[in-house]
């Protein structure tokens, strides 16, 4: 390979580390980062806290939540938030200024989120797979940063037992390890 050639070859592999690593990159070369805290993971009926931190003091940012159902139902919930002198925004102390809710909602994204189709009813045919919540930072539509939040239904473990006896139909869900789980 020749000095010329050696050098180009340099450069295209330089390029391709700088493009490929804001590719893959959470947070955008703005420094803005979403979180979802204590993890991203959780189940169905546990709060979390969303923190978006980055930003400069004073700037808007709007936060769009958004889940697509087992029919492919889209539902979406939006805040617009306005960061505070260290250029965060903590869902649980700062409030919304518009969007889907206004005022401190720390679970805002999730229990305002609306169908995009009307007259649509949130569905979940299995209950062993979770629920994915996508949630974006934006500025002047452009996304800075974004998260998912994975909302369990069931315990690693947990036993699903179809009932059908009789004109009785449901669900059994049995807890790992050994029982009694009731006693009567």
Not at 11 to 28: A, G, H, N, Y
Not at 114 to 139: Q, T
Request: proline letters at 6%.
């Amino acid at each position: 390979m020749t000095k010329d050639n050696m050098a180009l070859y340099m450069r295209v592999l330089e390029l391709f580390r700088r493009t490929s690593w804001r590719m893959f990159s959470s947070s955008s070369s703005s420094g803005v980062r979403l979180r979802i805290l204590p993890s991203s993971s959780c189940f169905f009926d546990e709060s979390v806290q969303i923190k978006v931190s980055g930003l400069s003091p004073g700037e808007h940012v709007e936060l769009q939540a958004k889940h697509k159902d087992d029919k492919g139902v889209v539902f979406k919930a939006s805040a617009t938030y306005q960061a505070d002198g260290q250029g965060d925004v903590d869902l649980n102390h700062h409030p919304s200024r518009g969007g889907s809710y206004t005022g401190v909602e720390p679970m805002g994204l999730f229990w305002s989120m609306m169908p995009e189709s009307p007259h649509k009813k949130l569905l979940k045919k299995d209950a062993s797979g979770p629920v994915l919540v996508h949630i974006e930072a934006h500025r002047d539509g452009q996304i800075l940063s974004q998260e998912t939040n994975e909302r369990r239904f069931m315990a690693d473990g947990m036993k699903r037992v179809p009932v059908n006896e009789g004109r009785l139909r449901g669900t059994l869900f049995i807890p790992p390890g050994e029982g009694p789980f009731l006693e009567l």
